[in-house]
């Protein structure tokens, strides 16, 4: 049987273990009572400690407070005035850690997603990239600060796991401006699967 993760799966303090575990788990969302879900395939780490985190430094202002809370709460914003980008808040509250999810698998609710999408048929770019998952899973602002263990949006354990050997690790997407923590292999994708969000 399915079952929601637990708080204590996004307290945990290795913010790249969290993003390598959450392949293979389940994003859920449950809007106007209609289920979408999908497998994430696709994850990036961010840490206070590197460059790329909107939180480096200790950096706190009115979008970034989220990050100051205990694991397990949703931060989702806007990414250049177009796409919401769904990210899980981890580690303990005063240390600002995150995952963000690029890329799904589709399973629940496929039709509901089509629809959000203004797409006639299924195809890759439904849920590849992170504007994309949280346009389809009917994600947005509203959403920012959710908790992930309530009814809204949750993430499920459905028994889908992934060998070390099946995870491709390398540098995040579109994080040039952080200098040599660009380079960090924080990018986490299922080997040889067609519904990530990029090949390299």
């Not at 204590?8 to 959450?22: G, N, P, Q």
Request: charged content about 25%; overall charge positive.
């Amino acid at each position: 049987m399915p079952s929601i993760l637990s708080k204590s799966f996004y307290t945990r303090s290795d913010v790249t273990l969290i993003a390598r575990e959450l392949l293979g788990k389940v994003l859920c969302t449950n809007i106007n009572g209609i289920l979408t879900s999908g497998i994430i395939v696709e994850t990036e780490a961010y840490s206070q400690s590197e460059r790329a985190c909107h939180a480096y430094g200790g950096r706190r202002t009115a979008r970034t407070e989220i990050f100051y809370n205990d694991g397990g709460l949703s931060y989702v914003y806007l990414c250049y005035g177009i796409h919401y980008l769904f990210n899980v808040i981890t580690n303990r509250a005063h240390t600002a850690d995150a995952v963000l999810i690029r890329a799904l698998e589709p399973v629940d609710g496929i039709e509901e997603m089509l629809t959000r999408r203004g797409m006639d048929q299924i195809a890759h770019r439904i849920t590849a990239g992170p504007g994309s998952v949280t346009k389809a899973l009917g994600i947005d602002k509203s959403h920012n600060g959710s908790h992930l263990t309530e009814d809204k949006i949750w993430i499920e354990d459905r028994g889908i796991k992934y060998k070390k050997s099946e995870i491709i690790a390398s540098p995040r997407v579109g994080v040039d401006y952080a200098g040599e923590d660009a380079k960090l292999p924080w990018r986490y994708r299922v080997k040889d699967n067609k519904w990530v969000s990029k090949a390299k």
